[in-house]
């Protein structure tokens, strides 16, 4: 029984974690989010804070990151990924809960 409150235990500081991780990428992407002219970094930024986000289970966040990414001139790779996550956000909006 120690064994498993010790890992429920570091579950809870790992969800933490990228909770904060999640955070700062979004803090990062938005301090670039007039800089159209600084692509790709800035519409990586924002696919790293999307994904993060949507991962934690934030999905407005996380959907409005993606968007926030696409509005600049990401490459179209980038475009994709953000679109993927936007794809993601949807199907997890619409999947059916126990």
Same mark, same amino acid.
């Given at each position: 029984?120690?064994?498993?409150? &010790? +890992?429920?235990?570091?579950?809870?500081?790992?969800? /933490?974690?990228?909770?904060?991780?999640? &955070?700062? &990428?979004?803090?990062?992407? =938005? @301090? /670039?989010? #007039? =800089? /159209?002219?600084?692509? $790709? %970094?800035? !519409?990586?930024?924002?696919? !790293? +804070?999307? %994904?993060?986000? @949507?991962? @934690?289970?934030?999905? #407005? &966040?996380?959907?409005?990151?993606? /968007?926030?990414?696409?509005?600049?001139?990401?490459?179209?790779?980038?475009? #994709? *990924?953000?679109?993927?996550?936007? +794809?993601?956000? =949807?199907?997890?909006? *619409?999947? $059916?809960?126990?």
């Amino acid at each position: 029984m120690e064994l498993a409150n &010790e +890992a429920l235990a570091l579950r809870r500081n790992a969800k /933490h974690l990228f909770e904060q991780a999640a &955070e700062h &990428e979004a803090a990062a992407a =938005r @301090c /670039h989010a #007039d =800089r /159209h002219d600084y692509e $790709p %970094t800035r !519409s990586v930024l924002y696919r !790293s +804070a999307a %994904t993060l986000a @949507c991962n @934690c289970g934030k999905l #407005d &966040e996380a959907a409005l990151l993606a /968007h926030e990414g696409l509005a600049g001139q990401p490459p179209p790779a980038i475009a #994709d *990924e953000l679109r993927l996550v936007l +794809a993601r956000i =949807r199907w997890l909006r *619409e999947e $059916p809960k126990p």
